[in-house]
């Protein structure tokens, strides 16, 4: 039984440990944190899934676009963009987060220790500036369609930005993480065999200055585009529920009803999706910056791993929320996977933006033309 395992430890070590055997359990209850086969189990296939679903539905994602020049346009160019940040965070962020949250140590080197949060953090702000664009470029096509108007020359240099920008933010993680054996080498464990094991951690000039960083993570990653997101979309409800009103009473009433409700809930669900995938993370690392305390150590592994895996959700539900519930994307595959299985003529489908909001306002309810001119 434990019990007897733990006796036997404790006559075996008992040279080497200063302390009664009450004392013995309370340093191994304080110190040893042991993974059930099921929750090792449990993060192994929920990663393993995310990275699978998250990979093709972005790679397809992307080259549904990427085939054909007619569908290079703003709106795509920026979920192109959304879709390869995600695709990054599927190579580097999932695999190494949970490889390092099970073994509890750093096995990958120095080099890994600082390139590897430096990619994590890049990736995460280009996949949520991405989806700022796309919010701003769909409020500046609904609420002022005969205004200025993004060409894709500017989506490019928008995108190049994104990833200076983002480049810029992560720098610190070059800088300041370091890979050390100082939280094994220090445990008071006789004949310590975790001696020899590494993790990799943040070294801060000072705890003010982790704070003051973190603190603007939180403000620049969550905060300020969750707000941004919010405010533009809302504006699109209250501009879509302003038309509806008018269309309400012409022939084709129900059929732009039913295309205004269908935006609608898909705007709804960008917001939803945004805010409820991340908001787990946010709390969670919030909470550990500002008290280590609050979270107890033999939980933090699992509690991590769980709003984790919120957060990168968010590269599975991207792809659909922005290509697979379009019915522009749904032809373009169903073209793609005709054109693999048949050697004849395939059929022609007509290019239009990704984007729901983009295609079926324009063609529902703007009237103006736009469509056209965007494709």
């Known amino acids: 039984s434990m019990d007897e395992l733990l006796k036997l430890l404790y006559m075996n070590l008992s040279s080497g440990f200063n302390g009664s055997w009450n004392e013995f359990l309370q340093f191994v209850e304080g110190n040893y944190c042991p993974t059930s086969i099921g929750s090792t189990t449990f993060l192994i296939v929920a990663y393993s899934t995310l990275i699978a679903v ?119 993680f070059l800088s300041f993480n370091i890979l050390t054996n100082e939280p094994y080498k220090n445990l008071t464990l006789p004949m310590n065999p975790f001696a020899d094991h590494f993790a990799c951690m943040e070294l801060w000039p000072s705890e003010k200055h982790r704070l003051a960083y973190t603190t603007c993570l939180l403000i620049f990653q969550y905060c300020a585009p969750l707000l941004l997101i919010t405010v533009c979309y809302f504006r699109i409800f209250l501009r879509l529920q302003r038309r509806k009103e008018m269309v ?67 590269t599975c539900i991207n792809p659909v929320i922005y290509g697979f519930l379009n019915n522009n994307f749904q032809k373009e595959m169903k073209a793609i996977i005709y054109r693999c299985h048949c050697s004849g003529e395939q059929e022609k489908y007509e290019s239009f933006p ?21 494709a």
């Open 54 to 172: 998250g990979l093709i539905g972005n790679v397809c994602l992307v080259f549904v676009i990427t085939r054909q020049k007619e569908m290079y346009n703003v709106t795509n160019i920026f979920i192109a963009n959304l879709s390869c940040s995600d695709i990054l965070m599927c190579t580097v962020c999932l695999p190494v987060t949970v490889i390092y949250t099970l073994m509890d140590r750093w096995i990958f080197g120095e080099a890994l220790c600082k390139v590897t949060p430096f990619v994590q953090c890049m990736s995460v702000t280009v996949s949520i500036l991405s989806l700022v664009l796309i919010a701003l470029e769909r409020h500046q096509l609904i609420i002022n369609p005969t205004g200025w108007k993004p060409v894709v020359g500017h989506a490019y240099l928008a995108v190049v930005v994104t990833w200076m920008v983002a480049c810029f933010i992560s720098l610190p």
């Open 248 to 314: 309400d009473r012409s022939k084709d009433g129900n059929r732009k009803a039913n295309h205004s409700r269908k935006v609608n809930i898909m705007l709804a669900s960008v917001v939803a999706a945004f805010a409820a995938c991340w908001l787990p993370l946010t709390v969670f690392n919030t909470l550990y910056d500002w008290n280590h305390d609050a979270i107890a150590s033999c939980y933090y592994n699992l509690i991590f791993s769980l709003c984790h895996l919120m957060a990168m959700a968010s």
């Open 354 to 374: 990704l984007s729901t909001v983009n295609t079926e306002v324009s063609k529902a309810s703007l009237q103006t033309g736009f469509t056209n001119n965007n």
